[in-house]
T-cell receptor, first 112, second 114 residues
Framework: DAGVTQSPTHLIKTRGQHVTLRCSPI?????VSWYQQVLGQGPQFIFQ???????GRGNFPDRFSARQFPNYSSELNVNALLLGDSALYLC???????????FGNGTRLTVT | AQKITQTQPGMFVQEKEAVTLDCTYD???????LFWYKQPSSGEMIFLIY??????QNATEGRYSLNFQKARKSANLVISASQLGDSAMYFC???????????FGQGTTLQVKP
């Protein structure tokens, strides 16, 4: 079975632009979460979706938004990019909202 | 507030020896879960082991075991018979209550020497 897949793997954007990151969960997993990992730190929780509904939101500005589709895939959108948004964005899926998380390889975003 | 603390920024271990990575946590939730993840330089977070707060026995998964001391609020990861491929960043994480949100520590970089 395929693991969690994220696209693109790398992305370079300019300040002020917007970006869309995509995630496909493991087949059968209904929960998707997004995390931001700045270099040298642990991942920080951004969003969790379960059955297409937002179940949790971390301490991130409204420039960050997400959604989950009927097939349980998900998109993370970031508007008005700042240099500080440069990070590895990790998507994780789980069978239920409380099952262990299985992470994808991440999307490395660089904002210049 | 929930918090995870990993006090060892970097660790070295000789190949084939055992190593313990420290993790302490703080939470007021009576029900919580503790996780360890491995992150190689490629970036993927690999799930290693899970310990529930009500589990009576320490979790084990192959060469990985979790030394869970609830009263001390510690959840140390023990890797036995270290291999060169174990060189990576290791994160301790906690999930509390009914949320799916994971709180991660700062991580420990482990280097296995041949």
């Amino acid at each position: 079975d395929a693991g969690v897949t994220q696209s693109p793997t790398h992305l370079i954007k300019t300040r002020g632009q917007h970006v869309t990151l995509r995630c496909s969960p493991i087949s059968g997993h209904k929960s998707v979460s997004w995390y931001q990992q700045v270099l040298g730190q642990g991942p920080q929780f951004i969003f969790q979706y379960y059955e297409k509904e937002e179940r949790g939101r971390g301490n991130f500005p409204d420039r960050f938004s997400a959604r989950q589709f009927p097939n349980y895939s998900s998109e993370l959108n970031v508007n008005a990019l700042l240099l500080g948004d440069s990070a590895l964005y990790l998507c994780a899926s789980s069978l239920t909202g409380n099952s262990p998380l299985h992470f994808g390889n991440g999307t490395r975003l660089t904002v210049t | 507030a929930q918090k995870i603390t990993q006090t060892q920024p970097g660790m070295f271990v000789q190949e084939k020896e055992a190593v313990t990575l420290d993790c302490t946590y703080d939470t007021s939730d009576p029900s919580y879960g503790l996780f360890w993840y491995k992150q190689p330089s490629s970036g993927e977070m690999i799930f290693l082991i899970y310990q529930g707060s009500y589990d009576q026995q320490n979790a084990t998964e192959g060469r990985y075991s979790l030394n869970f001391q609830k009263a001390r609020k510690s959840a140390n990861l023990v890797i036995s018979a270290s291999q060169l491929g174990d060189s990576a960043m290791y994160f301790c994480a906690m999930r509390g209550g009914n949320t799916g949100k994971l709180i991660f520590g700062q991580g420990t970089t482990l280097q296995v020497k041949p």
